[in-house]
């Protein structure tokens, strides 16, 4: 069965960084999409950023010049490497596989048990 298994997460200061990594297995890893969502306290889920099986990335404005996606078809794992935290970015980080829709990603069917940020001020 696919299995997606995120790690990396943890309690960081203000202006720290952090790199999630999630596994995936049970897939054709380079024939899927992947990307991170994030669900704050008291808010709904959000895409964060999606990356093509293609390479292709896509980063939600909010964090755009602080986070970077990336992946690593060989070890079949997908990266957020989370630079200047802040915050507003403390969150339970979700590995998902999503769709691509008429020009935007939307959430697919697998998840991961999340990985919580927290960053403290």
């Known amino acids: 069965q696919v299995q997606l298994v995120e790690s990396g997460g943890g309690l960081v200061q203000a202006g720290g960084s952090l790199r999630l990594s999630c596994a995936a297995s049970g897939i054709i890893f380079s024939s899927v999409h992947m990307g991170w969502y994030r669900r704050a306290p008291g808010k709904q889920r959000e895409l964060v950023a999606a990356?093509?099986?293609?390479?292709?990335?896509k980063v939600v404005d909010s964090v755009k010049d602080r986070f970077t996606i990336s992946r690593d078809n060989a070890l079949n794992t997908v990266y957020l490497q989370m630079n200047n935290l802040k915050p507003e970015d403390t969150a339970v980080y979700y590995c998902?596989?999503?769709?691509?829709?008429?020009?935007?990603?939307?959430?697919?069917?697998?998840w991961g048990q999340g990985t919580q940020v927290t960053v403290s001020s």
């Open positions: 990356i093509s099986s293609g390479g292709i990335t």
């Open positions: 998902n596989n999503p769709k691509y829709y008429f020009g935007r990603f939307a959430p697919g069917t697998y």
